[in-house]
């Protein structure tokens, strides 16, 4: 069973940062895809950035440049650099089922998702 608990959010003032954390029991996939998504109130949830194996990472436009996504053996992570009060939102792990030779930033493509944890920016 695959269980991803995500940990780090918090409030903060813009231009600050923070480091996402979600740990993972269960995904042992040689080839993986995992990403971050966020739900802002009353906006449909998005994706930030995944990463397969190898390293392959892509991104949401609007992060390019100040977010980082990263795994460890059990752990997927999500560095926030210059924070901006847009980025206020639930932010979700998620991982794909199977060994996943494809990584798309699109929700529809996870089976696994985490219960969330808030990030509040500030102006």
């Known amino acids: 069973q695959v269980q991803l608990v995500e940990s780090g959010g918090g409030s903060v003032q813009a231009g600050g940062s923070l480091r996402l954390s979600c740990a993972t029991s269960?995904?042992?996939?040689?080839?993986?895809?995992m990403g971050w998504f966020r739900q802002a109130p009353g906006k449909e949830r998005e994706g930030v950035a995944t990463i397969r194996t190898f390293g392959d990472t892509t991104y949401e436009v609007s992060v390019k440049g100040r977010f980082t996504i990263s795994r460890d053996k059990i752990t997927l992570y999500l560095q926030m650099n210059s924070l901006k009060p847009e980025d206020t939102a639930v932010y979700y792990c998620?991982?794909?089922?199977?060994?996943?030779?494809?990584?798309?930033?699109?929700?529809?493509?996870?089976?696994?998702w985490g219960q969330g944890t808030q990030v509040t920016v500030s102006s």
């Open positions: 269960g995904y042992t996939y040689s080839y993986y895809c």
């Open positions: 998620a991982a794909k089922a199977g060994h996943s030779l494809i990584c798309p930033l699109s929700e529809t493509a996870f089976d696994y």
